[in-house]
């Protein structure tokens, strides 16, 4: 399975981990009530930048690759302190930080994905891995940050567009592209289909049921 | 320790999983107001279905049966959501998801229980690996719905009954039992007191200490 | 990497495992309006016990030393249900309590660190390592009674302790110091800067940013 392999160099992954812990830190601090303290600004920054490829690795049964040089902790936390300190130049340059982080989700979308296939996982699980690589981040911040989990409610497509890519990437490797076009065509669909969901205000149906509107709330506790 | 290995047919394992994961995508519907979108109802029956399955083979270390076959997770995301569009229907079938659903969770512990044990697992370990496999599904469901985890607070006795029914499994097992009866025994218990739950309400004792009442804050005098 | 590996007896890791569960017993106590059921402080109890180590054996990708034999979640659960019920009396032994705490997320953060070394992992991941173990279990803690993440916000130096015990402990391994010194400093430092953070109130900064105060409050959904 030697052709499913795509790897890309360190200095790339961890400028996309870079902008998934800048982002979270950004995200966190918004919430001024909350009162983080530095060390909670770095937790945050490295479950963002992170905590994709660590959901990636342990649901593969692979060593973590965060673990295996200094450089991802490091960069992640040195990421999230200063995505904090410089928080208002990068709001400024918010159109740069969004494109990044489309860049990013795609990236990390391709790597969990092609890494499924190549340990042999069939289809669907490898697409389900990529989603959780791209996605898991912010997941995790959400979670940790005790908040409603973003990309589930209505009008992000921030785990459609990694959906879509990685499922462009296997329907390419299938019909027997090269894993680098592969990736290549992932990384472009996956950008565009969330920038396109940000400047065009694209997003998914609403949950609904097939039947007359329901107005009453019960949730039936389990 | 070929004699503690119980396998079920694919399609029984699938039919479980559909049946979490539907009742995650009935109970995410409850929250008009959170405007879960179709993804994040995919999301939900998948975390329901599968992540009791998903926990289990991570604590136990081996590769998640979910990833082994396409069938798991597709069968999650689409239960998912015929759950969501079928609503009405399926909560005028009250009382027969719920006979499902206590079926599910003692089969979920009894896989669990046994995958343990047959990997060398000592008893109390392996009566948890159960108890994870039942639950970890309605865990995850709340904490991705960012709800109080509904089975630690009174009333519900699901937790409760899958410990139970593979506790009895356990035992059953040391004495020298047959694996498939005790695995039945361990599935009738776990359901009988579920649903006695449900129909009678039973309930687990609220925590408390060993004191008189303790209705007041201030100190008392000496 | 003999030299590396550093053991304790099973009944000192057995203590500290106690300590850890009987303080999340007793934190739950205090939450009377959210109703837990005895099985819901005997979850919290194994979490907070046993969840840092949990997460250290999963990150690492070896077996969970807690399912090694019956006494961890025994004992867990023993000491959820003994902080329960003597709640009274424990409150009253408020200092004994918190300097068992800090012994304990010392010992936690050595032997996390340790074991993380000893399978190889680079410095920083193996501190990461260190402070997942020694603070793990109170995230988990959280997670589940659905709380803000104590140890992010201002005013604990809870994972700050376990940060410097173990960054001292690698450095100390690093120039040569007989691994079983640097442990003992690193229980000593993490416990000193823990108290000391209990008594006089050392804190760490809060998030800011360089810049002119900002009173808007405006979270970005991403």
């Known amino acids: 399975m030697g052709d499913t392999i795509f790897s890309i160099p360190l200095w790339a992954d961890l400028l996309a981990v870079s902008v998934g812990s800048l982002q979270g830190a950004m995200f966190a601090a918004g919430f001024r009530d909350r009162r983080l303290d530095l060390l909670g600004v770095a937790i945050i920054g490295v479950a963002t930048g992170l905590g994709g490829g660590f959901l990636r690795d342990i649901f593969l049964g692979v060593p973590l690759v965060a673990f295996s040089t200094n450089w991802y902790i490091l960069t992640a936390v040195l990421a999230a302190l200063v995505g904090m300190l410089l928080e208002r130049l990068f709001r400024k340059l918010d159109i740069v930080i969004t494109i990044l982080d489309a860049l990013t989700i795609g990236l990390f979308g391709a790597i969990g994905t092609t890494k499924a296939l190549s340990l042999g996982l069939?289809?669907?699980?490898?697409?389900?891995?990529?989603?959780v690589s791209a996605v898991g981040g912010s997941v995790l911040r959400d979670i940790l940050l005790n908040l409603p989990i973003?990309?589930?409610?209505?009008?992000?497509?921030?785990a459609v567009a990694a959906g879509v890519g990685t499922t462009m990437l296997v329907v390419l490797h299938l019909v027997g592209l090269n894993i680098t076009v592969a990736v290549v065509v992932c990384v472009i669909v996956t950008t565009v289909i969330r920038l396109g969901a940000v400047r065009?205000?694209?997003?998914?149906?609403?949950?609904?049921?097939?039947?007359?509107?329901?107005?009453?709330?019960?949730p039936r506790p389990s």
Chains 1, 2, 3 share one sequence.
Do not use: D
């Not at 069939?122 to 989603?131: K, L, S």
């Open 122 to 131: 069939p289809e669907i699980p490898a697409i389900f891995v990529g989603m």
């Open 150 to 158: 973003a990309l589930m409610h209505v009008g992000s497509l921030y």
């Open 200 to 218: 065009y205000g694209w997003s998914l149906p609403e949950q609904r049921a097939l039947s007359r509107p329901r107005l009453r709330r019960h």
